[in-house]
Structures are given as structure tokens and as C-alpha cells.
């Protein structure tokens, strides 16, 4: 199966700063890489598909890029509502496969 | 606004199955070329992907859970299930149903998600 390793684990950043997320695959998936947002006692929600498409809805801040083996979620300027874990996902090969995950804190 | 919502025992014995219902309200879950996802969360660690099902009945199981999984649908009810056999402490998660986009396999759409604790 797909490993997809995610760094770092965590990040305590102040509002406004810009958050830089990683997320490498161990081996090529295309562009065939999601990024989901999990806050605590909610269910989580798609932020970007296919590497950089906006889902719906997402607040413009939100951006990704990537392809191949390296992936990149950035948050433009933190709002303290962003304080969550951050998780990538491949739907290039089954088993579909997560990140363990980047738990972004609010200074 | 179609939504999901997962249900059954909070609380397994060990060596038991495990079973829990997604409803889908708001919309059909004949609607659309979606596949219909079972996705578990342990505490402190990530998300595992553990398998989907299509309206075709067709199945799809991540090979990990080695046989001890099987996921059904009931059209006429609007629900998808899952059963986990010989349940362990290491099955004690947070069990979310999820919509599985067709082709692209994005997952749009999450039930809130249910506690399921493994215990004698």
C-alpha cells in the first residue's frame, strides 16, 4: 500500500502567520492526493482534491500543490478557527490511504 | 442536503462483531456514482480507510482487517452497514461513514461519527 508521511506532526502558530503542511507519498500518485480538515468532535471536511482544487465552500485562504511524491497544503494567513488536524489522502491505489496527520495549534 | 448518520452498539466484547448502520438522509444513496466508505479513527492516531461498497453490491476491502470485514447495502432502506468479526482492543475507534466521490474518490460527504469501544 500507499505511505504517505506528513510533517511536520505539529505546528503552534500565531493568527495570521502562513501555514506550510507537507505530505510525501512513497511512491508516484499524480495528482491523486486530497487534504481534509478534522477539528475535535466534528466529522472532517475536504479542503482541496487533486492536489489543488478548492473544494466548495472553502475559504480562499486554503491552497494546494503538488505532484508525484510531494504535496504541500498552505494556510494563508491562520484564522483561530483553523486550529485543527490536518490530514492528505491518495486515491491513486487502493487501499486508499491517510497521512497520520498535522495537529495545528493556535498561539 | 444529503447527510449521513452512523448508528449501533457503543460498547463490543472481545471476539464478538462489531456492527454499525450509516443512514443516508436527505437525498437517495442510488443517486449519483458514489461509492459508499467505512473509515475508522483509533484514539490518538490517524484516519484508516477500511473498505466501500457500490449500489451494485460490489465491495472493495482494505486487505489489513484480513477477512474479518464486510460492508452491505440496503437500497430500500437507504443504509449501508458494516460488520467487523473477532473484534479486539485495537478495533476501538471512532467509526465514521463517509461518501466516496465515483471516480475522482474524494470523500465529500462524513457522518458525524460513532464511538465503538472494545471491552469485556
Known amino acids: 500500500e500507499i505511505v504517505l508521511t506528513q510533517s511536520p506532526d505539529f505546528q503552534s502558530v500565531t493568527p495570521e502567520e502562513k501555514v506550510t503542511i507537507t505530505c510525501r507519498a512513497s511512491?508516484?500518485?499524480?495528482?491523486?492526493l486530497h487534504w481534509y480538515q478534522h477539528k475535535p468532535h466534528q466529522s472532517p471536511q475536504l479542503l482541496i482534491k487533486?492536489?489543488?482544487q478548492s473544494f466548495s465552500g472553502v475559504p480562499s485562504r486554503f491552497s494546494g500543490s503538488g505532484s508525484g511524491t510531494e504535496f504541500t497544503l498552505t494556510i494563508n494567513g491562520l484564522e483561530a478557527e483553523d486550529a485543527a488536524t490536518y490530514y492528505c489522502?491518495?486515491?491513486?491505489?487502493?487501499?486508499?490511504?491517510f497521512g497520520q496527520g498535522t495537529k495545528v495549534e493556535i498561539k | 442536503q444529503v447527510q449521513l448518520q452512523e448508528s449501533g452498539p457503543g460498547l463490543v466484547k472481545p471476539s464478538q462483531t462489531l456492527s454499525l448502520t450509516c443512514t443516508v438522509s436527505?437525498?437517495?444513496?442510488?443517486?449519483?456514482?458514489?461509492?459508499w466508505t467505512w473509515i475508522r479513527q483509533p484514539a490518538g492516531k490517524g484516519l484508516e480507510w477500511l473498505g466501500r461498497?457500490?449500489?451494485?453490491?460490489?465491495?472493495t476491502y482494505n486487505p489489513s482487517l484480513k477477512s474479518r470485514v464486510i460492508i452491505s447495502i440496503d437500497t430500500s432502506k437507504n443504509q449501508f452497514s458494516l460488520k467487523l468479526n473477532s473484534v479486539t482492543a485495537a478495533d476501538t475507534a471512532v467509526y465514521y461513514c463517509?461518501?466516496?466521490?465515483?471516480?475522482?474518490?474524494?470523500?465529500?460527504?462524513w457522518g458525524q461519527g460513532t464511538l465503538v469501544t472494545v471491552s469485556s
Open positions: 463517509a461518501r466516496d466521490h465515483g471516480f475522482d474518490n474524494w470523500f465529500d460527504l
Open positions: 436527505g437525498g437517495s444513496i442510488t443517486s449519483g456514482i458514489y461509492y
Open positions: 489522502h491518495q486515491s491513486s491505489s487502493l487501499p486508499w490511504t
Open positions: 461498497i457500490y449500489i451494485s453490491g460490489s465491495t
Open positions: 511512491q508516484s500518485i499524480g495528482s491523486s
Open positions: 487533486f492536489a489543488s
